[in-house]
């Protein structure tokens, strides 16, 4: 069996590469087809975050509530005479390397939102209470939380995971509490916005067994993804604030699921960016998870920074040596 001589030589050379340049790009696709779909998720927040803002913010005329907080008692840790929603819990989270430090340093401000709920549940998860508790009541979820790159993955993870099951407040531990939490508990959902959008979930209040919630767990599976092994993007795609609002936006009816926010001039007077004080809280850390988790994200990034160059280059290189083969083999008779 000999390899036929195609009559054309510059033909065939032609279509050799044209199919090898279809070869490639279609391979850089797929390669990047995860990297696409974030891309596309990263694009399209801004875009349809806004639609029926109207329903989802706090607002005295939808909701009759006073977003300043100056008509509530700072004692207040009920709705009533409306109902509570939200059950009277609060939640912190410090795991990873430096928890010890963390926890001893925020300790008084921690207890200023215990303080100013007497009576409430406190929980402070640990690495190994949240190992336990996920292993209960998420045995299908173990395998991937406990392989997250990233601390601060496992932690956001945790958050919601607690908020559905347990339902209440979920609090980062540099949130000094100015005031009760009690006003806010008539409703399903309550985060506070986040500028330019999306909403933070440095503090978060929920019911028990949320819908959304359970869609913030539900689809952690589905955007555990890595971005070029970058450490940001992976965070705030597969875990972070990017991924829940992004699901948030998606819901199908958002007027539940109340974002927390000023008005006009002062639409920020809620948000927790850097060392604010909002009407609820003193943020003492400098942002929420850029200060405490950024650390050990950029030292943990940089041993994998290698490996996208490396992949890449064997990729190609695969690529070509298969289609090598396979035209090869297709030429002979
Ligand atoms: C707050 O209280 C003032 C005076 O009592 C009242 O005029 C105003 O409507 C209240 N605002 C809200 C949002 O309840
Ligand atoms: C969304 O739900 C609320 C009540 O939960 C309801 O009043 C509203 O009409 C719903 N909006 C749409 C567009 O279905």
């Not at 209470?129 to 395998?143: G, K």
């Amino acid at each position: 069996m000999g390899v036929i001589t195609l009559p054309n030589r510059v033909h065939r050379t032609h279509t050799h590469l044209v199919a090898c340049c279809f070869a490639l790009a279609l391979l850089g696709l797929w390669c990047a087809r995860s990297l696409l779909a974030e891309v596309w998720t990263l694009a399209a927040l801004p875009l349809i975050w806004w639609n029926n803002a109207d329903q989802f913010l706090i607002s005295a005329r939808v909701d009759d509530f006073d977003i300043t907080f100056a008509n509530y008692s700072i004692h207040q840790v009920s709705a009533a005479p409306l109902d509570d929603r939200i059950p009277p819990v609060i939640h912190h989270v410090a795991m990873g390397a430096g928890a010890a430090d963390h926890t001893n340093r925020w300790k008084d401000v921690r207890q200023s939102c215990i303080d100013m709920h007497p009576e409430w549940e406190a929980y402070l998860w640990t690495d190994e209470t949240a190992d336990t508790f996920v292993a209960n009541y998420y045995p299908e979820l173990y395998a991937m939380w406990r392989g997250y790159r990233y601390p601060i993955q496992k932690i956001d993870a945790l958050r919601y995971m607690v908020l559905y099951h347990y339902g209440g407040v979920i609090l980062d531990m540099d949130l000094q509490c100015k005031r009760a939490l009690g006003p806010l508990r008539r409703f399903d959902f309550v985060a506070p916005a986040a500028h330019p959008t999306g909403f933070s979930v440095g503090f978060m209040m929920a019911s028990k067994k949320n819908e959304f919630v359970g869609a913030l767990v539900r689809d952690l599976q589905r955007y555990n993804k890595h971005w070029l092994w970058l450490p940001y993007p992976t965070v705030m795609f597969s875990t972070g604030c990017h991924y829940a609002s992004m699901i948030h936006a998606y819901q199908r009816n958002r007027s539940e699921l109340k974002i927390l926010a000023g008005t006009g001039d002062n639409f920020k007077l809620h948000s927790l960016n850097g060392r604010v004080s909002t009407p609820i809280f003193d943020h003492l850390g400098s942002s929420s998870w850029h200060s405490y988790d950024a650390a050990m994200i950029v030292k943990l990034g940089k041993s994998k920074s290698w490996r996208t160059p490396v992949l890449l280059v064997a990729g190609v290189g695969i690529a070509f040596f298969v289609m090598k083969k396979t035209r090869r083999r297709r030429l002979r008779v």
